[in-house]
Each structure stands twice: as structure tokens, then as C-alpha cells.
């Protein structure tokens, strides 16, 4: 169970990356298509935010996935 | 007391593997991990393509012939020609050796980097460990095609920069790996000795433990010339890898193609196969190679 949860997090990142590419093929109106456009305009302010906010959103679901071991196996505690 | 020396000889002989030569080495890949040896018949024939593309190539893959846009494949042109009526095929050819010089050099500065950034931490330790471990945790909190579409972002599109922008998230995830290794090698006799023989901390780095981190560092480059070369095409889709004459299996898929993708579904078609052909194969000789080199997998 443990390594299934681990790679929710390393897919996380994967997809977020897919998601770039995703939604730039399919013309949908999201944060990766979003990144692509700021990038193309050279509009630094909004990729920075933007990839901050990946960053955060990616930091805090392997947060996530490390506090939810614990949840898992009781014998993991965290001191 | 004869019989104890005996098995001392007999363990040491039997620990000492007798070295092989290349030949050997590929014949026994071949046998034991047929599937490595396709991928590596692929990325042979990728190189073999880049190398002579010159020669090879039926057409001019810049010059398009306008009384021939979007011809169906033929005799002529095996894998039919553009909205510009250039060949896709002399495309793919001369694209294999964009896709081969940023993978391997992407790979190649990453790991290379990577591993040196590694060895350093776990070798000296302490502060120095502590502020690059945490440098490279913050490297690692992008997501690594993230990272790598603002750096080129950053540096403007072209061949070099996306070299540069697929070599840098490269860095920490090798340095990771190669420090993992350092930190046992470090505990192991022989650097002791060579310490207390008076040999230099550069020395020992360089020359002793260096050498023995090669195994993970071939795996870390063969597994990321892969993803590099998925990267590239990723970015030149994005408008941010090579420009558009530039024969790139990415660029070939995007631009135009996606609204041709009825009329002429081939100018889309063969470069995506070409790319996922590329990453298969480098993925499957990777693979094999990580079960070759590690010990721990190795079976008999």
C-alpha cells in the first residue's frame, strides 16, 4: 500500500506536467494552458505565480502523502 | 590449517569475477535481456539515421516543393510530404539528430552536474550536505517539465537553451541518487585506508569513490535520455524548443498539423511514432541496463 501512495505523489507532478501539454492539444482553458500563454507573451509576473502556485500545490500533496503513511500504518509515527 | 588457507583461496577466487571482454559483455546483454537489446537495436538505428542523414535522406528536408503539398505516401515519398510539400520522412531523419543531441547532451550536463553536487554533499557532509540537500529540494519542488517550461521561457527559443532547460531539473534528481550511493561507499574500508595513507580529500573523492558511483550514474542517463527527448519534443510542441525550419519530431507535430490531422494524418503520424519508437526504446535498454549493473537484482 505504501509505494502506491508514494507514486500518487511523483504522478501528481508528472500529470501537472502532462496537463501543460493536454490542455494546449485540446484547446481547454486551464492553469497549464494558462502557463503556456503567459510564457508565449513573455509575461514573467504571471509565470512566476503561476509556477509557484504548481510548485505550492505539488509541495503540499507529497505533504499529504507523507502524513497520510501514518493514517495507513499505525506504526509510522511521526515525532 | 591447509584446508582454511584453501577456502580463503577458494572465496577470494570465487569473489573476483574474471573480466570479460566487450564481446562477452554484449553477448551475455543480448542473452539474458533480450528486450534491452531491442531497445538497443532502436537507439542504434536512431543514431545510424542521425549520423548519415546526409546521405540518407531522399530530399532536401528545408526545401519544400510546392506542386506537392500534402502528397500521400508513396514510391516517392515513403511517408508523404508537408503543408509545404517537404518530405517527412527527410524531416524525421534530419529530426532524429535534433532529438539525439538534446537528449544526450540534456542527460549528459544534468547528471554529470548532478553527480559531482552529489558526491560533494555526501562526501564532505555537514553545512555543506545540509545547504546543497536543501537547494536541491527546492529544485525538486517543480515539477520537472514545469521547470523546464520556465527556464526556456526565461532563454528565449533555441536548440541550446532547451539543452539547458532540460539539463537543470535533471540536476537534483541525480544528485539525489549518486548521494545515496556516496553516503555507503564513504563507510567503506578502502576509502579508510586511503585516508590514512595520507591521500588528499580531492583525491579520495575524484579517484575513489568517483569511480565507484558510475553504475547509478549510467542508469540515472539512460532512464533520463528518454524523458529528455520527450521533454524536447514537449517543449518544440510549445513553441519554446527549436524554431520552426528546423526539422524537430516535436515542432513536426504541432504548427499546422493538428488542422490537417484529417486531410494529411501522416504529417502528424510518423514524427509521433518516431518519438515514442525513440523513448522505447531508450526506456526499454535503460531498464535492462539498471538489472545488468545492479547486483542486487542480478539473478545467478
Known amino acids: ?79 | 590449517m591447509a584446508t582454511n588457507i584453501e577456502l580463503a583461496h577458494a572465496s577470494a577466487s570465487a569473489t573476483l569475477a574474471p573480466r570479460r571482454s566487450f564481446a562477452e559483455v554484449a553477448a551475455r546483454f543480448v542473452r539474458t535481456k533480450p528486450l534491452g537489446a531491442a531497445g538497443a537495436v532502436i537507439i542504434l538505428g536512431m543514431l545510424f539515421l542521425a549520423v548519415f542523414a546526409q546521405m540518407l535522406a531522399p530530399y532536401d528536408p528545408y526545401v519544400g516543393d510546392y506542386g506537392l503539398q500534402f502528397a500521400r505516401p508513396s514510391a516517392e515519398h515513403w511517408f508523404g510530404t508537408d503543408e509545404f510539400g517537404r518530405d517527412v520522412l527527410s524531416r524525421i531523419m534530419y529530426g532524429a539528430r535534433i532529438a539525439l543531441f538534446v537528449g544526450f547532451f540534456a542527460s549528459f550536463i544534468g547528471c554529470t552536474i548532478g553527480a559531482l553536487l552529489g558526491v560533494v554533499s555526501a562526501y564532505w557532509g555537514g553545512r555543506v550536505d545540509l545547504l546543497l540537500e536543501r537547494l536541491m529540494d527546492i529544485l525538486l519542488a517543480f515539477p520537472q517539465l514545469i521547470l523546464a517550461l520556465a527556464i526556456a521561457s526565461i532563454l528565449g527559443p533555441s536548440v541550446q537553451n532547451v539543452v539547458i532547460a532540460i539539463s537543470i531539473p535533471v540536476i537534483p534528481r541525480a544528485a539525489r541518487v549518486v548521494r545515496a550511493s556516496v553516503l555507503s561507499i564513504r563507510e567503506f574500508v578502502y576509502v579508510e585506508s586511503a585516508r590514512a595513507l595520507g591521500v588528499g580529500h580531492a583525491r579520495v573523492a575524484l579517484r575513489h569513490i568517483l569511480p565507484n558511483t558510475t553504475a547509478p550514474y549510467i542508469i540515472m542517463l539512460t532512464a533520463q535520455l528518454g524523458a529528455a527527448i520527450l521533454a524536447e519534443a514537449a517543449l518544440s510542441y510549445l513553441g519554446l524548443g527549436a524554431a520552426e525550419p528546423t526539422p524537430s519530431w516535436g515542432l513536426m507535430l504541432s504548427g499546422s498539423a493538428p488542422s490537417y490531422a484529417e486531410k494529411a494524418p501522416w504529417i502528424a503520424l510518423f514524427p509521433g511514432i518516431a518519438i515514442s519508437l525513440g523513448v522505447f526504446g531508450f526506456n526499454l535498454f535503460g531498464d535492462s541496463l539498471r538489472d545488468a549493473l545492479d547486483p542486487k537484482l542480478r539473478k545467478g
Open chain 1, 1 to 79: 500500500m505504501l509505494p502506491v501512495i508514494t507514486l500518487v505523489g511523483t504522478e501528481f507532478a508528472f500529470l501537472i506536467g502532462g496537463l501543460v501539454v493536454t490542455e494546449t492539444v485540446f484547446t481547454l482553458n486551464g492553469v497549464g494552458r494558462f502557463v503556456v500563454d503567459a510564457v508565449a507573451h513573455r509575461d514573467y509576473p504571471v509565470v512566476q505565480a503561476l509556477i509557484f502556485l504548481i510548485a505550492f500545490g505539488f509541495v503540499v500533496v507529497n505533504l499529504l502523502v507523507d502524513l497520510t503513511y501514518a493514517w495507513f500504518d499505525p506504526r509510522i509515527r511521526y515525532r
